[in-house]
């Protein structure tokens, strides 16, 4: 059994609800497993940052052209490996990144995989990648909730099919949301605070 995969400090994960399929190999031989781990210009469901700051994610087309992937490999749930390139495949189309890998009825972590996804227990795929710098990415402000529009991943390391989403709490982004949560309401508190000074000081003047 493969230890659980432990994502680095600097990286992040990503979660794609959707079907995960099991097909008919090209050449009639066998099974493989195909799924999506990353769609363009598809919202995130609404998350949040430890302090309730509420934000959303979008991969824009193009994200993955300059991407580093000589690490890569598959894993389930984060967990056991698999699949590594070549025998991982994966490519990129009009509706985003996808993957595909052949089932090797003698791999035991393969039927177990393969179990869960025809009995539905899966939900999505998900993949990690290093966190994108201040040029990788826009944040702006939509209705109250932070909206992040990823523009190129500079590394992708892990993707695969998953039971349970992960999401870190306590990636770069993350904690830069949080920080500017805390600038921001010391600002208005520093601006309430000034706003008394300034009545009393009024006040104390026409007394």
Do not use: C
Not at 20 to 31: F, P, Y
Not at 114 to 129: P, Y
Not at 156 to 180: C, H, K, M, W
Request: glycine share 8%; charged share 30%.
């Amino acid at each position: 059994m493969n230890k659980r995969h432990n994502p680095q400090a600097d990286s992040e994960l990503i979660f794609l609800p959707g079907d995960v399929e099991i097909r008919s190999r090209a050449d009639g031989d066998g099974e493989v497993i195909f799924g999506y781990w990353s769609k363009y210009n598809q919202r995130s469901h609404v998350m949040k940052t430890k302090k309730g700051v509420p934000f959303v994610e979008i991969v824009r087309p193009g994200a993955f052209d300059r991407t580093d992937f000589s690490e890569l490999e598959s894993r389930f749930n984060h967990e056991n490996i698999l699949a590594a390139p070549p025998t991982l495949r994966y490519g990129f189309d009009q509706v985003g990144a996808w993957y595909e890998i052949p089932v090797d009825p003698l791999d035991p972590d393969h039927m177990g995989a393969l179990r869960k996804i025809k009995r539905g227990d899966v939900k999505g795929s998900s993949f990690e990648f290093s966190s994108p710098g201040p040029n990788d990415q826009i944040v702006s402000n939509e209705g109250g909730v932070k909206l992040r529009e990823i523009t190129h991943f500079p590394k992708v390391v892990e993707f695969g099919p998953v039971i349970v989403p992960a999401y870190p709490s306590t990636n770069a982004f993350v904690r830069s949301l949080d920080q500017q949560e805390e600038i921001d309401l010391q600002a208005q508190q520093d601006f309430q605070d000034r706003k008394i000074k300034a009545k009393k000081f009024l006040a104390s003047a026409l007394s």
